[in-house]
């Protein structure tokens, strides 16, 4: 079993950037393929990224292409979220997730640890 603790959140006027850290413990994060969601006051759960098993495989919603870089460095049992060019629409409590498994996904439900959450704050 793994423990997550994102950090790293904040406010941040649009356009700036902000990078989030997933400090993981209990197992190494090298057993995982990580990932990372949002949610925002009275919406869903959105899928941002997720990175596979050696790193060499990304995915990302279409909302953060191009703006969002997730990477892990497992010497730090640790992934991060770069986060560049926010907009205000970026405000949401990012969490960090996990699951077993060699593949990236987006369906949420496949991942089985979630952190607590670290709140991004982006204003205009």
């Known amino acids: 079993q793994v423990q997550l603790v994102e950090s790293g959140g904040g406010l941040v006027q649009a356009g700036g950037s902000l990078r989030l850290s997933c400090a993981a413990s209990?197992?190494?994060?090298?057993?995982?393929?990580m990932g990372w969601f949002r949610q925002a006051p009275g919406k869903e759960r959105e899928f941002l990224a997720a990175?596979?098993?050696?790193?060499?495989?990304?995915y990302y919603a279409d909302s953060v292409k191009g703006r969002f870089t997730i990477s892990r460095d497992d010497a730090k049992n640790t992934v991060y979220l770069q986060m560049n060019s926010l907009k205000s629409e970026d405000t949401a409590n990012y969490y960090c997730?996990?699951?077993?498994?060699?593949?990236?996904?987006?369906?949420?439900?496949?991942?089985?640890?979630w952190g607590q959450g670290t709140q991004v704050t982006v204003s205009s």
């Open positions: 997730i996990a699951r077993l498994g060699a593949r990236p996904t987006s369906t949420l439900d496949e991942y089985v640890y």
């Open positions: 209990g197992r190494t994060v090298s057993s995982y393929t």
């Open positions: 990175i596979s098993l050696s790193g060499a495989r990304t």
